[in-house]
């Protein structure tokens, strides 16, 4: 798929959940770079640094995208031409991809031993992550039930259901307000994450934040599936994550309103680590605390590199 057509994917969110916005990216360049016939080593840059602008305007708040850009983009700047720049994007691309997906089924491994017989678990929105989590654990012979929010606006709990009712698990269809009733029997919760900040707080679909309250209120285990690409360097450095705002229409259309109503749709949320039982990454399971050592061990000096990029 083209930058543009990936960006347009991204944007409606035909393509959506943050490692798989991540993997379109890094896929986006790599069909920029093998498309690119010319042999004129600041056009190729010119173009690259366009599709590359594109990429990471089209949604804003899940790190793992920029982090997918950057992981494709790495080195391109030492490549002395424009073949060896089109062989390296490629195959940065590749690896990050494959690398993605791996992790997501590491993720599903580790977390899979932090579910047993007769657990009842909540989740929420539509995280691969998780759901690789609560999949492989199905696989292994568990015997557990799972409740999925229907996370208005999108409804991605829809996703969530019928992908869980096909591997054959007990799943229930719960909406977002029916989550502080259903506690009482839940016994551990997985989310997905889109970013998750140098000091541990998690950015997630909007209304993860009232899970975790909700989960800590009742003394339920919250663990968050998150693969290392969704730490967030700009954080350690200060930055705040920026919360995107998507359309009104997605929440209620306007000829069904009062002209006076406005509507706020703010589609991500912020848990703080204190909240949070454990993060399930690919290098295992972690604490909020320690995420900053593992995101500076993971890019060593590149941290700065990519700082202000
Ligand atoms: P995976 C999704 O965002 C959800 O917030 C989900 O928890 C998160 O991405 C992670 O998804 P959206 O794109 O990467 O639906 O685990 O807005 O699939």
Redesign the pocket.
Known sequence: MDVDTTVEAIRS?EI???????RAGASALADYASKYEGDDPKEFMIGLMDAKSKILDS?P??V?LWNGVHATLRGVENCGSVTDAKELIISNADRFNKGSLEA?RSIGEIGAKRIQDGDVILT????????SVIKTAHRQGKKFRVYATESRP?R?GILTVNELAKEGIDITLIIDSAVRSVMKSVTKVF????TITSHGTLV??IG?SQLALAANEARVQFYV???TY?FSPMTLFGDMVTI?ERDHDEVAKRDILEPSVKIFNP??DSTPSKYIDGIITEVGLISPGSVYHVMTRQLGDDIFKLIGD
């Open positions: 969110m959506r959940g943050a490692g798989r916005i991540a949604r708040t899940a793992s997501v929420h929105c539509n995280s691969s992550a998780a759901l999108w991605q989310v997905g994450a889109d997630n679909k993860t599936c998150s693969e969704k995107e589609v991500f």
